[in-house]
């Protein structure tokens, strides 16, 4: 059964910067397009930045592009998320999901970690 554990968040000032990651265990890691979504409370979840297997083909949300970074390490099992610039509005859970390849839609990922809290706040 894949597992997704995500790390990395936290309290970060307006302006800053934070690196998510996630661990991928219990399937090939390579087979899967790796996503991070983030939901605010009261909104609905959106993706904030996905990569296809390959590492080709990444996809980013309309507010996230030119800020955000998703990057994979296939030897470690790892996808990361390098956020910059960050807003108030980025105050969100932020989720790594693992799907047959990359979409906008939540619906399209199969697995799904945890979440991390990201806070950004002076």
């Known amino acids: 059964q894949v597992q997704l554990v995500e790390s990395g968040g936290g309290v970060v000032q307006p302006g800053g910067s934070l690196r998510l990651s996630c661990e991928f265990s219990?399937?090939?890691?390579?087979?899967?397009?790796m996503g991070w979504f983030r939901q605010a409370s009261g909104k609905e979840r959106e993706l904030a930045g996905a990569?296809?297997?390959?590492?080709?083909?990444?996809l980013y949300g309309d507010s996230e592009e030119g800020r955000f970074t998703v990057s994979r390490d296939d030897d470690k099992n790892m996808v990361f998320l390098q956020m910059k610039d960050l807003t108030n509005e980025d105050t969100a859970v932020y989720y790594c999901?693992?799907?047959?390849?990359?979409?906008?839609?939540?619906?399209?990922?199969?697995?799904w970690g945890q979440g991390t809290q990201v806070t950004v706040s002076s």
């Open positions: 999901a693992a799907g047959s390849h990359v979409d906008f839609d939540s619906k399209q990922y199969e697995y």
């Open positions: 219990g399937g090939t890691f390579s087979d899967y397009a």
């Open positions: 990569i296809s297997w390959s590492g080709e083909l990444t």
